[in-house]
């Protein structure tokens, strides 16, 4: 079966503190995203990547960095943890090529990272 | 601005069809419609996509309207595993197969 993997379900940061969240797929994707999903905004994109050490801002970046070594690790670093960015985070892949079949152009998800910064 | 628009939640009975409504109004001729669910504490599942015609599958229909600016996805008989929160996407394939979520639509079905 198919995987993207977060390292951890649930994680509590304390404000300040410099916060990695890992990200790794087993399907040989070349793409690689990190959401961010709060109530009654719906899943709002902060990082994307194309290629290994290639990264794009998604519509949130402020407060992350993200980074590419490995093409099947996707790490979202969050440089000074904030109470705003207590979230559900979540990371998915995708291939190159528009098919639209999960493992193929279609997105798997990973079952997401439950942060919460006090 | 977002690409999709949903109602934010709806309601069904158990074992009658449902049908999710999604407008996508900017819509250009590559974009995929593709449709997501979200069960509690789990990330988001594929459910369906299509591009022009209609789709069915083990899951779920996706009709799509003649001028593509707005889709339905079918459950043909909800059941209460089927309570999730739905999405509705577009797949912009001139942005490299960029997804563009919308809001989602959660879908409580009464027993």
């Known amino acids: 079966d198919v995987k993207v993997t977060q390292s951890s379900r649930y994680l509590v940061k304390r404000t300040g503190e410099k916060v990695f969240l890992e990200c790794v797929q087993d399907?040989?994707?070349?793409?690689m995203f990190w959401y961010r999903q709060d109530p009654g905004l719906g899943l709002r994109l902060i990082y994307f990547?194309?290629?290994?050490?290639?990264?794009e801002k998604g519509d949130i970046p402020e407060g992350y960095s993200v980074s590419r070594e490995k093409k099947e690790r996707f790490s979202l670093i969050l440089e000074s943890a904030s109470t705003n960015q207590t979230s559900m985070y979540l990371c998915?892949?995708?291939?190159?090529?528009?098919?639209?079949?999960?493992?193929?152009?279609?997105?798997?998800f990973g079952s997401g990272t439950r942060l919460t910064v006090v | 601005d977002a690409k999709t628009t949903q109602p934010n939640s709806m309601e069904s009975n158990e074992e009658e069809p449902v049908h999710l409504p999604c407008n996508h109004s900017?819509?250009?001729?590559?974009?995929?419609i593709h449709w997501y669910r979200q069960l509690p504490s789990q990330g988001p599942e594929y459910v369906i996509h299509?591009?022009?015609s209609n789709v069915n599958n083990r899951m779920a229909s996706l009709a799509i309207a003649e001028d593509r600016k707005s889709s339905t996805l079918i459950l043909h008989r909800a059941t209460l595993r089927d309570a999730a929160v739905y999405y509705c996407?577009?797949?912009?394939?001139?942005?490299?197969?960029?997804?563009?979520f919308g809001t989602g639509t959660s879908l409580t079905v009464i027993p």
């Open positions: 998915a892949s995708s291939s190159r090529q528009g098919q639209g079949i999960p493992g193929r152009s279609g997105y798997t």
């Open positions: 399907m040989d994707h070349e793409n």
């Open positions: 990547s194309y290629d290994v050490k290639m990264k």
């Open positions: 900017t819509i250009s001729g590559t974009d995929y």
């Open positions: 299509g591009l022009t």
């Open positions: 996407i577009l797949r912009v394939v001139n942005t490299g197969n960029q997804f563009y």
